[in-house]
């Protein structure tokens, strides 16, 4: 599919379906998502006129039809939300059909919506398509356009199939648009001559199949908005990023532990955006879902989502492939887990006190901590966490009281979320297919993870252990930190 188009979505509610819930979602979140995407340029919503089902349509204009064979916009009929999963449970029916776009005519100075808007399919044998085309170029528009309140006609050929298929082969559906005022002459003697000339009446013995559908505009969709340096997944996780350096420079992408955000990270990337080894970088890092914000729509969090989660802001951010994905403990897994999912987009990983699969003892110790967030806030969890990630002979530094105080404000639900991917993972069997050369990095004080790390057994990677540091060893031995790390660069 190539070319601008049409994206026509038809949908049947159900006697299950709550109509206050369908509109809030179709309007709040499932049109806006589409809208945010720049080859999707309008979006409306119309509602049945003719007492006909399906009762309601949505339609997109797209710039070109290539677009929506990309990774950008199938992941968000891959990865709905739970509200959007729950709305559509409901619907007797969902069809989504793709046009591409043959001919447009339309009145000077017209931009829409259209206020009303008659779509009619004709299905045809490929022999007739010729007649069919030159009948409504050369007679039928002109005529329709002389009809009270026209605005615009515009015609299309189906690319991609709903419900009930393509046609048979050796047949092709089409589709016609007609757009008007609300105050129009359907119906009146201008339209009335459009239908009954000779060559309509002998163009219409032509039709293998057809349907005129009546509709009333009823929306218009906005593009979601999303805070400053931020992108909003398909499920309404926010993801915070900072991206700073020289835009021609290879990008790392530096991934947090839970709890955390991004400014741990702060010293690795000055030194990588300043230059190391004589290259500069650019440096990409974002607070990963549920840091401070957990929406009830999203999805629970296991590392294939967060994995998605780096994807997608890549695609966000137009950075076609990572040089590196530099990942702490959480964010470990993930670099991992990137690198098993989406071998294509890196160049290497390094992967920093983290394990390759759950435990049952540490899901208990998971849950104990969960369970204290709830009962006395996160504050009372904060310094017990941030003792256990640093050695005890840098409690009280700066760094150490940093890191209590990005603990402090951590979403409660979102902690919960990300402690159940940590409880919820085993990439063991996945590790042989990993071909990205790799660094695996542990702070010496960081409990059995160094030894555990060295028999990760993932090909082609070699283990590095930093002396003074526990489970952040970037802040406790910054120093030796990066010296592994660009000397693995």
Same mark, same amino acid.
């Given at each position: 599919?190539?070319?601008?188009?049409?994206?026509?979505?038809?949908?049947?509610?159900?006697?299950?379906?709550? $109509?206050?819930?369908?509109?809030?979602?179709?309007?709040?979140?499932?049109? /806006?998502?589409?809208?945010?995407?720049? @080859?999707?340029?309008?979006?409306?919503?119309?509602?049945?006129?003719?007492?006909?089902?399906?009762?309601?349509?949505?339609?997109?204009?797209?710039?070109?039809?290539?677009?929506?064979?990309?990774?950008?916009?199938?992941?968000? !009929? $891959?990865?709905?939300?739970?509200?959007?999963?729950?709305?559509? &449970?409901?619907?007797?029916?969902?069809?989504?059909?793709?046009?591409?776009?043959?001919?447009?005519?339309?009145?000077?100075?017209?931009?829409?919506?259209?206020?009303?808007? *008659? #779509?009619?399919?004709?299905?045809?044998?490929?022999?007739?398509?010729?007649?069919?085309?030159?009948?409504?170029?050369?007679?039928?528009?002109?005529?329709?356009?002389?009809?009270?309140?026209?605005?615009?006609?515009?015609?299309?050929?189906?690319?991609?199939? &709903?419900?009930?298929?393509?046609?048979? /082969?050796?047949?092709?559906?089409?589709? #016609?648009?007609?757009?008007?005022?609300?105050?129009?002459?359907?119906?009146?003697?201008?339209?009335?001559?459009?239908?009954?000339?000779?060559?309509? &009446?002998?163009?219409?013995?032509?039709?293998?199949?057809?349907?005129?559908?009546?509709?009333?505009?009823?929306?218009? @969709?906005?593009?979601?908005?999303?805070?400053?340096?931020?992108?909003?997944?398909?499920?309404?996780?926010?993801?915070?990023?900072?991206?700073?350096?020289?835009?021609?420079?290879?990008?790392?992408?530096?991934?947090?532990?839970?709890?955390?955000?991004?400014?741990?990270?702060?010293?690795?990337? #000055?030194?990588?955006?300043?230059?190391?080894?004589?290259?500069?970088?650019?440096?990409?890092?974002?607070?990963?879902?549920?840091?401070?914000?957990?929406?009830?729509?999203?999805?629970?969090?296991?590392?294939?989502?967060?994995?998605?989660?780096?994807?997608?802001?890549?695609?966000?951010?137009?950075?076609?492939? #990572?040089?590196?994905?530099?990942?702490?403990?959480?964010?470990?897994?993930?670099?991992?887990?990137?690198?098993?999912?989406?071998?294509?987009?890196?160049?290497?990983?390094?992967?920093?006190?983290?394990?390759?699969?759950?435990?049952?003892?540490?899901?208990?110790?998971?849950?104990? !901590?969960?369970?204290?967030?709830?009962?006395?806030?996160?504050?009372?969890?904060?310094?017990?966490?941030?003792?256990?990630? @640093?050695?005890?002979?840098?409690?009280?530094? $700066?760094?150490?009281? !940093?890191?209590? $105080?990005?603990?402090?404000?951590?979403? *409660?639900?979102?902690?919960?979320?990300?402690?159940?991917?940590?409880?919820?993972?085993?990439?063991?069997?996945?590790?042989?297919?990993?071909?990205?050369?790799?660094?695996?990095?542990?702070?010496?004080?960081?409990?059995?993870? /160094?030894?555990?790390?060295?028999?990760?057994?993932? /090909? &082609?990677?070699?283990? *590095?252990?930093?002396?003074?540091?526990?489970?952040?060893?970037?802040?406790?031995?910054?120093?030796?930190?990066?010296?592994?790390?660009?000397?693995?660069?």
């Amino acid at each position: 599919m190539r070319g601008p188009g049409y994206l026509a979505v038809a949908i049947e509610t159900g006697p299950n379906t709550d $109509e206050t819930a369908f509109h809030d979602w179709y309007t709040t979140e499932h049109g /806006p998502l589409r809208l945010r995407l720049p @080859f999707i340029t309008t979006g409306d919503r119309y509602k049945a006129s003719d007492s006909e089902q399906p009762g309601w349509s949505a339609v997109y204009d797209v710039t070109d039809l290539s677009n929506l064979d990309k990774r950008i916009y199938s992941r968000m !009929r $891959e990865e709905r939300s739970k509200r959007e999963k729950q709305v559509m &449970g409901t619907f007797n029916s969902l069809d989504r059909k793709i046009y591409a776009q043959t001919s447009a005519r339309q009145k000077a100075g017209y931009s829409g919506p259209a206020p009303v808007q *008659v #779509a009619v399919t004709a299905v045809l044998k490929d022999e007739d398509l010729g007649d069919f085309d030159g009948w409504y170029e050369e007679e039928h528009t002109g005529m329709l356009a002389k009809v009270p309140g026209w605005l615009r006609t515009r015609r299309f050929r189906l690319a991609a199939p &709903g419900l009930k298929g393509m046609p048979p /082969p050796g047949q092709t559906e089409t589709l #016609a648009v007609h757009d008007f005022e609300a105050e129009n002459g359907l119906g009146g003697p201008e339209d009335d001559a459009a239908k009954a000339t000779p060559e309509f &009446g002998r163009v219409l013995e032509k039709l293998v199949g057809g349907e005129i559908r009546l509709w009333s505009h009823y929306h218009t @969709f906005d593009a979601l908005r999303e805070p400053p340096s931020s992108v909003i997944t398909t499920d309404g996780a926010e993801l915070k990023f900072q991206m700073e350096g020289n835009p021609a420079d290879p990008v790392i992408v530096c991934v947090n532990s839970i709890l955390t955000n991004f400014s741990i990270w702060d010293r690795v990337a #000055a030194d990588l955006t300043r230059g190391v080894n004589g290259k500069t970088y650019r440096v990409l890092r974002y607070n990963s879902r549920g840091y401070l914000q957990q929406a009830s729509k999203s999805n629970d969090t296991r590392f294939d989502l967060l994995t998605d989660d780096l994807e997608y802001l890549l695609d966000r951010l137009n950075v076609s492939k #990572a040089h590196a994905v530099l990942g702490v403990s959480m964010g470990g897994v993930t670099a991992i887990n990137f690198t098993i999912r989406y071998p294509s987009r890196l160049e290497k990983f390094i992967a920093c006190d983290c394990n390759i699969a759950a435990s049952p003892a540490n899901n208990q110790a998971w849950a104990d !901590r969960i369970e204290l967030a709830k009962k006395e806030g996160m504050p009372a969890l904060a310094k017990a966490t941030v003792e256990r990630w @640093f050695t005890p002979t840098n409690h009280g530094s $700066e760094a150490f009281d !940093r890191v209590v $105080e990005m603990v402090k404000p951590a979403n *409660v639900e979102g902690f919960e979320q990300s402690a159940g991917a940590l409880c919820n993972y085993d990439l063991s069997d996945k590790l042989a297919q990993i071909k990205t050369p790799g660094l695996l990095i542990a702070g010496d004080g960081d409990g059995k993870l /160094p030894e555990a790390m060295q028999k990760f057994g993932i /090909p &082609g990677t070699k283990f *590095v252990s930093i002396p003074n540091a526990g489970h952040l060893p970037m802040l406790e031995n910054h120093e030796a930190f990066m010296e592994a790390v660009t000397s693995f660069l």
